[in-house]
């Protein structure tokens, strides 16, 4: 996710009434269980508070961001929370939509000064997706290694569409919360949906573009590989066991919904990628086009229902 600084410079002070004041002498703003907006970085994303405590006449708040990986999960102040309301559900796709755009203006200054179609750059492109199909680590770089992991984070999480960010909490609540489970094999699988984005980029760009071929072919490396080490809830551990046997790839087997968490886990990743960080933006960039292919298509990719019928990894029937 996003910088994760105590001090929220974007929510500015137009939201007084909806946020928690500096210093609490009463009742606590938001109790245990109250789903919030949590400020992280520019943007807002929705949360679940699971504790609270008063540390110096001062209510803190500990949340975990739905939809992503629990590693997130931190204490927080009043004024990084928001009340759930749709006022502030706008707010959030508001700062949402500004993200977008300055990353896209800034985007735009910065490459167009440069040559179209130079046989170097092209080379220079291939070159640099071959670092994620071989997975190399990032070499340690004394005073660039921070300012490169927030860049690996940056362009992935504020861009990340919203409507998928909303397809990521209600997978976590189905899954999590009503112990509920992608009926698999999935259809289409990762693996087709990647050939159809393929087939998608080909007709758009009148070519095979090797670049993204190279690209799509680390992304099922890597989702074959972080799936069963970081992508699956504990509830859905059993079910990989009894579908994923012998040679079989995950992504034959799953489809969107882990794909989906795999993009969340990818700035993490990115981080062990031995290129610069200019390449590294490029590569993102790339990745976004395949999440954009995943919204346009979201509601054909995404099941419209979860299978309750079958045990959990916790031994009990889902409802």
């Known amino acids: 996710m996003g910088s994760s600084s105590n001090t929220n410079t974007s929510g500015g002070g137009s939201d007084k009434e909806d946020k928690g004041k500096g210093k609490d002498t009463a009742e606590p703003?938001?109790?245990?269980?109250?789903?919030?907006?949590?400020?992280?970085?520019?943007?807002?994303?929705?949360?679940?508070?699971?504790?609270?405590?008063?540390?110096?006449?001062?209510?803190?708040?500990?949340?975990h961001y739905l939809g992503w990986n629990k590693n997130w999960d931190e204490w927080v102040p009043n004024d990084r929370l928001l009340k759930l309301t749709e006022e502030n559900i706008r707010k959030q796709q508001e700062l949402e939509k500004n993200q977008v755009v300055d990353k896209s203006i800034k985007s735009g200054r910065s490459t167009q000064?440069?040559?179209?179609?130079?046989?170097?750059?092209?080379?220079?492109?291939?070159?640099?997706?071959?670092?994620l199909a071989k997975g190399k680590k990032r070499k340690s770089q004394p005073g660039t290694e921070e300012k490169e992991r927030r860049s690996s984070e940056s362009l992935l999480v504020s861009q990340f569409p919203l409507t998928l960010k909303k397809q990521l909490v209600d997978d976590w609540e189905h899954v999590t919360q009503m112990g509920k489970l992608v009926k698999l094999p999935r259809s289409p699988t990762v693996d087709e949906i990647l050939t159809k984005y393929l087939e998608h980029r080909?007709?758009?760009?009148?070519?095979?573009?090797?670049?993204?071929?190279?690209?799509?072919?680390g992304l099922r490396c890597y989702f074959d590989k972080a799936l069963p080490a970081m992508l699956l809830y504990k509830k859905e551990r059993d079910q990989y066991v009894e579908e994923v046997q012998g040679d079989v790839s995950p992504s034959t087997v799953y489809g969107a919904e882990h794909l989906l968490r795999l993009f969340v886990k990818l700035p993490e990743l990115l981080a062990f990628v031995n290129m610069e960080e200019d390449a590294l933006n490029k590569l993102q960039q790339k990745l976004l086009d395949i999440l954009k292919f995943l919204q346009k298509n979201q509601s054909t990719f995404f099941v419209s229902a979860y299978d309750g019928n079958r045990k959990g990894a916790d031994g009990s029937k889902s409802k």
């Open 113 to 131: 000064h440069k040559l179209k179609g130079s046989n170097a750059e092209a080379k220079a492109d291939k070159d640099d997706t071959k670092s």
């Open 29 to 63: 703003s938001f109790k245990e269980g109250d789903r919030v907006l949590a400020y992280h970085g520019p943007l807002l994303y929705e949360a679940k508070v699971q504790r609270i405590e008063n540390l110096d006449d001062e209510w803190r708040y500990f949340v």
């Open 202 to 217: 080909a007709k758009k760009d009148s070519k095979i573009n090797d670049s993204y071929a190279e690209i799509l072919k």
